[in-house]
């Protein structure tokens, strides 16, 4: 069981974990104490979708198309050994920060409706949900418990990154932290490539 749902709770974390707009957003969120709840659940529902699609999708293919397994699982691996160079680039340059933005509390329907654009309309989340993980998911025998720790990682996450953000704003303040977390993610999608390549 952890042989399969273990591997989608780690790839997905991995992807997820990067900063970008959406996590920015939740963690400001977290800081100014908004809307908390129905942020992490608006990512993680978000990410639901898009994980079970490219799961089913990506596994139905796979079967009807012996040589697309091998393929995909190559471009996975070429596309984890990029991502992992983007990570271990940035924690090699280092410079950023993240800081919340003070002022007055927003309704919570714009507040959504933001972090849903943040969200569907940013090209790289279908890269990393329906395209990434639904492709390394076809290398599993159990693609719906492969898919299952991948959601689990994302709901977990956000949660996470939502009500400890309070916690977390001393640290992440500091360029070096952001520097030690993408060279963490760096190792983490380099060991998933290599797996991939050596099955």
């Not at 997820?16 to 707009?21: D, E, N, R, S």
């Not at 908390?36 to 999708?57: K, M, N, Q, R």
């Not at 699982?73 to 983007?86: H, K, M, P, S, T």
């Not at 509390?105 to 990434?132: C, E, G, I, R």
Request: proline share 3%.
């Amino acid at each position: 069981m952890f042989d399969t749902f273990l591997p989608g709770y780690l790839l997905s974390l991995s992807l997820i974990v990067a900063i970008g707009a959406q996590n920015a957003f939740v963690l400001r969120q977290g800081l100014r104490r908004e809307h908390v709840f129905w942020v992490c659940l608006t990512c993680g529902a978000s990410d639901a979708i898009l994980i079970a699609s490219g799961v089913a999708g990506f596994g139905a293919l796979a079967q009807s198309l012996p040589w697309f397994e091998t393929v995909m699982r190559y471009g996975g691996a070429a596309f984890l050994l990029w991502y992992g160079w983007r990570s271990a680039r940035s924690a090699w340059i280092g410079g950023q920060a993240l800081e919340a933005e003070e002022g007055t509390q927003k309704a919570l329907l714009p507040t959504v409706l933001t972090l849903l654009a943040l969200t569907w309309l940013n090209p790289h989340v279908y890269l990393d949900t329906v395209v990434l993980i639904g492709s390394i998911s076809a290398q599993y025998d159990d693609r719906l418990l492969f898919g299952a720790g991948a959601v689990l990682a994302s709901l977990s996450f956000f949660f996470a990154l939502g009500y400890g953000a309070r916690l977390l704003a001393p640290l992440f303040a500091r360029p070096a932290s952001w520097r030690i977390l993408d060279a963490l993610i760096a190792l983490t999608m380099w060991a998933i490539a290599l797996g991939l390549l050596l099955v």
